[in-house]
């Protein structure tokens, strides 16, 4: 009987640290949009799951080999889904430099292992804003027209294009190779003037 109560008591301890183990979960991190370039503040969502809550959540920007923490979780989540919002940029970072980056993304679980998990996306950072340079020309546009317009655009962009009221027309390349964008754009009848 004295030697089984060794055997049994180890039986018991392995069982837990097994039991233990098998349910403890790694933390599931997603960013919802997708994030490419990152700019004078560039809002992030990070939306962390695990099923025992977070213990810990960060993000750094590393760039040229240094790192620059951007955000950090304030206190432990015991909620087993939660979204983080946060700006990222060379306003709140202004060591950051033009060119490529990387923005990881690290979570930790509120178990008993602390298992960790670790998202990294290529980012470019842009210091500074585009500048436009429009046509010289003078457009006369009335209700229920359209135009065309030509200008170039410098420096790094996502998206480009002519804005009328919360109409949005986008930017086409300029045939034949020649330099500059183009927007056809239409004043509607109903805009507001």
């Keep these: 009987m004295r030697r089984a109560l060794p055997i049994v008591v180890l039986l018991i301890i392995l069982v837990t640290i097994v039991v233990v183990i098998a349910r403890s979960a790694t933390p599931s991190i997603d960013l919802p949009t997708q994030v490419s370039t990152l700019g004078q503040a560039t809002p992030i969502a990070v939306h962390v799951a695990d099923k025992y809550g977070v213990r810990s959540a960060s993000a750094t920007v590393e760039q040229n080999g240094a790192g620059f923490p951007v955000w950090q979780m304030a206190q432990p989540s015991k909620a087993r889904e939660a979204t983080w919002n946060f700006t990222v940029g060379v306003k709140t970072t202004p060591q950051l430099k033009d060119g490529k980056a990387k923005l990881i993304i ?84 109903n805009m507001p003037s």
Excluded: C
């Design 106 to 189: 690290e979570s930790t679980s509120n178990d008993l292992l602390r298992r960790s998990a670790r998202i990294e996306r290529d980012v470019t950072v842009v210091v500074r804003p585009p500048t436009v340079g429009v046509d010289s020309e003078q457009h006369y546009l009335y209700v229920g027209m359209a135009d065309l317009a030509t200008f170039s655009v410098s420096g790094a962009y996502t998206a480009a294009g002519v804005r009328v009221g919360d109409q949005s027309f986008r930017a086409w390349p300029m045939p034949d190779g020649k330099s500059g964008l183009f927007s056809l754009y239409a004043f509607a009848w």
